[in-house]
């Protein structure tokens, strides 16, 4: 369940990351999925690896890391995108 839990995380960011930059070429589009989803799955593995998801009721906070991870590169990735181009 958490990997599929990471994932779909990481679908939402990506979506949200799309919505609010919609200037984003069609090619951007599977590159913002892919590293949405990435981050959310390095974010998760990260919160598990720290020993978050062992008690019940800190499992939140390794959403958390997945979100904020995904959200993270994704804003580095855009930033990176704006400076090169």
Not at 58 to 83: C, H, P, Q
Request: proline letters at 1%.
């Amino acid at each position: 369940m958490g990997i599929l839990l990471w994932i779909v995380i990481g679908l939402i960011v990506s979506i949200l990351t799309l919505v609010i930059e919609p200037y984003i070429i069609r090619q951007h589009i599977i590159i913002t999925i892919f590293l949405g989803v990435l981050g959310a799955v390095i974010g998760g593995a990260l919160g598990t690896f720290l020993g978050f998801d062992e008690t019940e009721g800190m499992r939140f906070i390794v959403v958390l890391f997945s979100a904020g991870v995904s959200a993270f590169i994704l804003t580095w990735y855009r930033a990176l995108e704006k400076y090169f181009s």
